[in-house]
């Protein structure tokens, strides 16, 4: 019988009197990454037998707009290379980078 290995991902997150996020902090002890903080996070789950994403996106009362447009396109474009490694469909993956460069554009973060 095989020895299964189990990775275990960590997220703490610190609210203030209104439930609002004050800190977010994560430890990946596999990744080497322990209690580091961020300002924002989204996390997808898939639930095969209701086949809907469940979802949580969190970010502090701190997150300054600037940088949650760099985020958001940071995980679009993330989302389209792991599209294409998932599915390898070429032509859609394409059109999703085509919709980042537009995204990036009209939010003017391209230089």
Known sequence: MAN????KIELNVELDENRVP???RWTAQDGGITNEEAKAMMLAVWDAKT???????????DMPVDEMKVFFHQTLVAMSDTFLRATQDDKMSATMKDFCDYF???LELKK
Do not use: V
């Open 4 to 7: 299964n290995m189990t990775s």
């Open 22 to 24: 004050e800190k977010l």
């Open 51 to 61: 086949q809907e994403t469940l979802r949580i996106d969190l970010w502090t009362k």
């Open 104 to 106: 990036a554009e009209k």
